[in-house]
C-alpha cells in the first residue's frame, strides 16, 4: 500500500516486485570476480535470474537484459550492479518516465530486509530508511488468511524483525530513519504522507493519497484503489481471545514499545522457541505450495517454485 502512494510521486519509483536476494548475494558476490568484466557479470546476472524476483518481474513483462543491464550500471561493484539492474527494471515498467532516472528517488520495498538495515546502509551511504509497523496481531490474521503462515511464527518474526530495526533506527538517526505506524496512515492519510515526503526531499504531488497501481493482490485489502480506512484492529473479530493473549505474549514488550496497547498486560512474556519456529516454517512451506498450486496450476510447479527460487539467508 504505502509503495503504491509513494509511486504516485513522478520523482519516487519503487518497483512492485520484491527483491529479497540482496542479503545473500552481498555474501555470495565476490565469487563471481570483477564484475567490470562482462563475462563475470554475466554468470552473477545468471545466478540473479533464478531468483524469486526475476520470476515475478518475468511474469510482468518485465525482463531485464543483461547487456542493457551491464551498460547503465554506474560502476560494476556490487552496489553499482543494482543500481543498473533498478534502472532497467524502472525503464521497462514504466514505460514513459516523468522524471530523468537522475532525478527520481528510488527504492526497494522488500519487507525482511528490516532485519538487515545496517547491511543495506553500508551499501547505500546516501540511503534513507522507511519503517511501517503495524500491530502484530492484525499481522498475525492477515498472513494466515493470505498464506496459511502460522500466527506464532509472524508473531516472532515481528518481534525480532521490528527490534532489529528500530534498533538499526536509532543508530542510524532521524535524517536516514523514518518510523511510521500503519494505523497512523490510515487515521490520517494526508498528514501522515506530507511528513514521509518530507523526509525522502521531495515535493508533495498533486495525485497524494491515491495508489498509482493497485497495490494488493491478496488479503482484505486486495484489488482496492484507495486506502482501506477499516483495514485495522480486525484481530477483535478474526482472533480468539487465547490466540489473541498467546501473540501478546511473543510480542508484548515491542507492541508497547511501538505504541500499542496489550489487552493482557498481565501475561508473562515467552518467546517462540528455535525448533518450534523450524516446525512452523516447514508446515507453513506445505501451506504456501498449495497456495502457489493454485496459482501456477500444478503441484510440481508449486514445489519447484518454492525450493528452486529462495532468497532469504
Request: hydrophobic fraction near 40%.
Amino acid at each position: 500500500m504505502l509503495r503504491e502512494l509513494l509511486n504516485a510521486s513522478p520523482d519516487l519509483w519503487i518497483s512492485d516486485v520484491e527483491t529479497g536476494f540482496i542479503p545473500r548475494l552481498t555474501c555470495e558476490f565476490a565469487a563471481y570476480g570483477a564484475l567490470d568484466a562482462y563475462e563475470n557479470f554475466a554468470r552473477l546476472a545468471a545466478a540473479l535470474a533464478r531468483t524469486r524476483a526475476f520470476w515475478h518481474w518475468q511474469r510482468k513483462g518485465v525482463v531485464p537484459e543483461p547487456r542493457r543491464w551491464w551498460a547503465l550500471c554506474p560502476r560494476h561493484d556490487w552496489p553499482g550492479v543494482l543500481e543498473g539492474l533498478y534502472r532497467t527494471v524502472w525503464e521497462q515498467e514504466i514505460g514513459e518516465p516523468r522524471r530523468p532516472w537522475e532525478d527520481v528517488v528510488w527504492g526497494d520495498k522488500t519487507p525482511h530486509y528490516v532485519a538487515h538495515v545496517p547491511l543495506l546502509a553500508d551499501l547505500f551511504p546516501r540511503a534513507r530508511f522507511v519503517h511501517i509497523v503495524r500491530d502484530p496481531r492484525d499481522c498475525a490474521s492477515s498472513a494466515e488468511k493470505a498464506w496459511g503462515n502460522s500466527p506464532l511464527r509472524t508473531a516472532q518474526e515481528w518481534t525480532d524483525q521490528v527490534t532489529a530495526g528500530r534498533a538499526a533506527g536509532a543508530m542510524l538517526g532521524p535524517a536516514r530513519y523514518h518510523e511510521l505506524r500503519y494505523e497512523d496512515l490510515l487515521a490520517d492519510v494526508q498528514g501522515t504522507l506530507r511528513g514521509l515526503f518530507d523526509f525522502l526531499g521531495v515535493a508533495v504531488p498533486a495525485e497524494s493519497g491515491r495508489f498509482l497501481r493497485v497495490p494488493e493482490n491478496v488479503g482484505a485489502a486486495r484489488g482496492e484503489r484507495q486506502v482501506v480506512v477499516a483495514n485495522r484492529e480486525k484481530w477483535r473479530r478474526d482472533m480468539s481471545p487465547a490466540l489473541r493473549r498467546r501473540v501478546e505474549a511473543v510480542c508484548g514488550a515491542t507492541m508497547v514499545a511501538v505504541g500499542y496497547a496489550r489487552e493482557y498486560p498481565g501475561t508473562a512474556p515467552r518467546r517462540v522457541g528455535a525448533l518450534a519456529m523450524r516446525l512452523y516454517r516447514l508446515r507453513d512451506a506445505g501451506r504456501q505450495v498449495a497456495v502457489r498450486r493454485r496459482e501456477l496450476g500444478s503441484w510440481w510447479r508449486s514445489v519447484r517454485f518454492l525450493f528452486t527460487r529462495r532468497e532469504r539467508v
